[in-house]
Nanobody, 118 residues
Framework: QVQPVESGGGLVQAGGSLRLSCAAS????????PVWYRQAPGKQREFVAS???????NYADSVKDRFTISRDNAKNTLYLQMNSLKPEDTAVYYC????????????WGRGTQVTVSS
């Protein structure tokens, strides 16, 4: 029933940058593990990045060293800084939070579209 709201997507040329935001009520992002996923047309939703309550981050190999996940606990807002964007990064980006057991906390939101042109 509770959905996050993703924003910040848009059209950018290859090599450019975007900063995505994910807003939600409460304090879930500070006590769970926030995650970013993305889904391109015709593909499965795939993991992009996560950050634990202790601040440990994990990234998909495809975005490692280019994307940075962070959060503002006071605002319960999650961010994804995306640099050196590639056309293959084109997808709808979604945020969520996972329990230690791996289950998702939020219902998937609308996502935010990121389109990277050549």
């Amino acid at each position: 029933q509770v959905q996050p709201v993703e924003s910040g997507g848009g059209l950018v040329q290859a090599g450019g940058s975007l900063r995505l935001s994910c807003a939600a009520s409460g304090s879930i992002f500070s006590i769970k593990t926030p995650v970013w996923y993305r889904q391109a047309p015709g593909k499965q939703r795939e993991f992009v990045a996560s950050i634990t309550s202790g601040g440990s981050t994990n990234y998909a190999d495809s975005v490692k060293d280019r994307f940075t996940i962070s959060r503002d606990n006071a605002k319960n807002t999650l961010y994804l800084q995306m640099n050196s964007l590639k056309p293959e990064d084109t997808a709808v980006y979604y945020c969520n939070a996972v329990h230690l057991t791996g289950g998702y906390y939020y219902i998937w939101g609308r996502g935010t579209q990121v389109t990277v042109s050549s």
